[in-house]
């Protein structure tokens, strides 16, 4: 049987490789990417001691203990491993773990690869037939970036979100580039199946009706944080995991969990989304 795999790339490269493409059944997945994907990679040789994201309450809500990703719980590549039956992915620097289920070769603050990596490794040629390309996210909305810029006019805002317009066009921008681009690589590989994974429409939605997802319905707001300019609940000299931060009680009524990266309640609806729709174009399960 014809060995098949998907990768897609950008904050997260995904690697399906599937049983039998018709029945949509994969029996591994290998993701690359950063912090939105990283499921332990850049602590499996050791927890410097500066690095908040090693400790609680990051983990709090699944594992009850931090793995290492960068949120309360699962992250997107979590739910969509689960949802096909598979295991989480071992990190790829995981000594003495086996990887015939897939790898997770996402390390928080990973930049892209660029040909070179992949051709040292033999993948020059890897035979993938389908890929998972994400976008970015509306960056405006993360309070990260709202802090920084608190003292924007405020016709720089949206009237609705509350989010920098500015901001959020560069990533509108970036996304629909990238999309012009995969469209182009279809045409190129018309044996090759590309799905556009969509982060900015989602997180748009959970700004914009939040209540619709089950979050409460506020100007865009960490659960971990703490109080620092305007009322975004984030302080870069007390970002969640240092002295001084603390955790909602409750983080899945919130879509944001540390002001730039989301909740596992967010990347659940994310995942939901690309593997059915409407976040994918087209979704990883398609029918």
């Keep these: 049987m014809r060995r098949e795999y998907l990768i897609g790339f950008a904050l997260i490269v995904a690697g399906l490789w599937p049983l039998h493409a018709a029945a949509q059944k994969y029996a591994a997945i290998f993701n ?16 410097p001691e500066y690095l908040a994201t090693a400790r609680l309450p990051y983990g709090m809500t699944y594992f009850g203990y931090p793995t290492g990703r960068v949120s309360d719980g699962r992250l997107v590549v979590d739910f969509i491993a689960q949802e096909l039956g598979l295991p989480l992915l071992p990190p790829s620097k995981a000594h003495n773990a086996s990887f015939h289920r897939g790898a997770n070769f996402a390390i928080t603050g990973g930049t892209s690869l660029d040909t070179s990596f992949f051709e040292a490794r033999g993948m020059r040629h890897t035979g993938a037939v389908e890929l998972v390309v994400p976008g970015v996210l509306p960056i405006g909305c993360f309070p990260v970036y709202l802090s920084i810029f608190l003292k924007q006019q405020p016709e720089m805002y949206g009237p609705r979100s509350g989010c920098i317009k500015d901001l959020n066009t560069l990533s509108w921008v970036h996304n629909a580039l990238l999309q012009r681009k995969i469209a182009e690589l279809r045409k190129k590989h018309p044996g090759v199946r590309i799905m556009y994974a969509d982060y900015y429409t989602a997180v748009t939605q959970f700004v914009l009706h939040a209540d619709n997802w089950g979050f409460l319905q506020q100007t865009p707001r960490t659960c971990c944080g703490a109080p620092g300019v305007g009322v975004y609940n984030f302080n870069l000299t007390s970002k969640c995991g240092e002295p001084g931060a603390y955790a909602c009680d409750d983080p899945s009524n919130h879509w944001n969990w540390d002001g730039v990266h989301l909740t596992e309640a967010a990347y659940g609806h994310i995942a939901k989304g690309w593997l059915y729709g409407p976040f994918a174009d087209p979704p990883i399960l398609e029918a």
């Design 32 to 47: 690359f990417g950063d912090s939105l994907a990283d499921a332990g990679n850049l602590v499996v040789d050791g927890i």
